[in-house]
């Protein structure tokens, strides 16, 4: 009887200690990530903000069966970036006929940044309207007074209408004015090439406002927020300044990479450098990422090869050159590390979808190196 009381206590003991301190509920990558209430972490797509001492992670909360929207975003909150306990939905669809989030919506790549002038968390996500596929391509703003929310849908909204890049001269906007997109059937030619840098797309938009589909938000460290965000048909990426509230557009933005076909934008910076790394264009399937870097968030970006290396070796043994199965969704900075935040699709079961979280270290020439781990990081080790 003593015997058994001695084993209970210790059994005790250990399930304690392995919650303080995390070892057994260390988190592997390419396989399911159970939240404290047993299920696969169901926020996809999204970002991570730290806020008072406590983690938490938006994304997107996607159906066992099916592609579109039917909850809302998800978030979850964490102490030490292990377990996560499941904080309901924040961003709920609606139930009225022909609102803009409308149930069967699609709402994809939310980021979640808090102003500290207006104290209020602030989401922007890449929205689809209800029936339309991905036709609409629109960018959406809500905001909330707390970080699980609710929070409050604002609106939609294609992007620039009217407006040219900033740092495009007279010359160039006549050139771009000059194309007419409704000449190329046939694509990827270097004739049609050429037009999409000159900025074929963005006269053909001028009016209407420029597409939005996959995207991020990034906070500067002088508290200027910029959305990134794949344009032009997923061809070109746009950088825009978001006003002081980051509830709008200051109307200051720029083209990255016309033509280069990017998608997954995440940004970070490291010794006053910025870098970017984007996916290719392949919906669900997996393909070799990009490297950007510059000096400036407004450019000039120089691309660089794909920052992967090694293989995911016990995960499908996945190539670098298939960014491990992933594609990324946001680098997390924890600390003085930077963590690399990605989805493993699963396009049959999208809710069952992976995480992969890798740290980002620096080469003998500064540049990033990203290579396969087993553990996701712990705050700890951060
Ligand atoms: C991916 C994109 C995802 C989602 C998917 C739909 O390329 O990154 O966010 O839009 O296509 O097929």
Redesign the pocket.
């Known amino acids: 009887m003593k015997h058994h009381k001695t084993l209970l206590r210790l059994l005790v003991l250990f399930i304690t200690s392995c919650f303080a301190t995390a070892i057994c509920a260390q988190f592997k990558n390419g396989q399911l990530w159970l939240a404290t209430d047993g299920e696969h972490i169901n926020a996809h ?1 999204g970002n991570i903000i730290f806020h008072e001492g406590t983690y938490y992670w938006y994304g997107e909360h996607r159906p066992y069966r099916g ?1 579109t929207t039917e909850k809302g975003i998800a978030v979850y909150s964490s102490a030490d970036l292990q377990q996560w306990k499941n904080e309901g939905i924040a961003l709920s669809v609606s139930e009225e006929n022909g609102h803009d989030i409308e149930r069967g919506c ?1 709402m ?2 939310p980021k979640v940044i808090y102003n500290k002038v207006t104290r209020k968390f602030v989401m922007l996500f ?1 929205l689809e309207l209800k029936g339309r596929g ?1 036709e609409a391509a629109r960018v959406a703003f809500a905001e909330s007074d707390s970080p699980t929310g609710p929070f409050r849908y604002l609106r939609s909204t294609r992007l620039h209408a009217g407006k040219w890049p900033f740092n495009m001269n007279q010359q160039q906007i006549a050139a771009a004015k000059n194309t007419d997109a409704s000449k190329w059937d046939k694509w990827w030619t270097p004739e049609w090439r050429k037009e999409v840098e000159k900025g074929m797309y963005l006269w053909r938009d001028m009016n209407s406002g420029q597409m939005s ?2 995207m991020t938000v990034y906070i500067d460290d002088d508290g200027r927020a910029y959305h990134l965000t794949s344009s032009q048909e ?1 061809l070109t990426l746009l950088i825009s300044e978001l006003t002081n509230d980051y509830l709008d557009y200051t109307g200051r933005y720029v083209m990255v990479a016309p033509g280069g076909q990017n ?2 934008p995440c940004i970070f910076k490291h010794d006053g450098r910025y870098w970017l790394i984007c ?1 290719g ?4 399937a997996p393909n070799e990422a990009r490297l950007f870097t510059a000096d400036n968030i407004w450019g000039p970006w120089h691309q660089l090869p794909s920052p992967f290396m090694g293989v995911a070796t016990g995960y499908h043994d996945m190539p670098a050159d298939k960014t491990f199965g992933a ?1 990324g969704t946001y680098i997390m900075k924890t600390g003085k590390e930077f963590v690399f935040m990605a989805d493993i ?1 699963n ?1 049959r079961h999208l809710s069952q979808s992976l995480h992969l979280w890798l740290p980002i270290s620096f080469n003998e020439k500064e540049l990033p190196v990203i290579k396969w781990t087993d553990n996701v990081p712990n705050e700890a080790e951060l």
């Open positions: 797509g592609f699609i994809e790549r890449h991905y589909r996959d997923n998608e997954a996916s264009c392949t919906g669900w594609q699709w396009p």
